[in-house]
């Protein structure tokens, strides 16, 4: 089991940036990491996920070109840079985990079912 914990929160303008976190209580080096999002009245959409074994990465269209995923399994963090944010990107945040073991080649599963672990979430919001 693994325990996940999200920072980052913020408010910025349109056109502006803001780097999420998601720190693993233990090594994650053979799980998907998802980041998610929740805006009021919708359902949770997965945005991007990042796996290291093999290493590959994963963008919903609404975000590819201006959200980048990455990892330092060394700080056992998973990060999600977003630049170019428009009031659209606005929801709550939230990173998930699940175990895939080494040398996983099956593509990703952004349903949100498809993760057992969970952070708390954070709060991105974009307005002028």
């Known amino acids: 089991q693994v325990q996940l914990v999200e920072s980052g929160e913020g408010l910025v303008q349109p056109g502006g940036s803001l780097r999420l976190s998601c720190t693993a209580s233990r090594s994650s080096d053979y799980y998907d990491i998802g980041w998610f999002r929740q805006a009021p009245g919708k359902e949770r959409e997965g945005v991007s996920a990042?796996?290291?074994?093999?290493?590959?990465?994963y963008y919903a269209d609404s975000v590819k070109g201006r959200f980048t995923i990455s990892r330092d399994n060394a700080k056992r963090t998973v990060y999600l840079q977003m630049n170019s944010l428009k009031p659209e990107d606005t929801a709550v945040y939230y990173c998930a985990g699940v175990y895939r073991g080494p040398y996983y080649y099956r593509p990703f599963d952004l349903s949100p079912n498809e993760y057992p672990y969970w952070g708390q979430g954070t709060q991105v919001t974009v307005s002028s």
């Open positions: 990042i796996r290291s074994s093999p290493s590959r990465t």
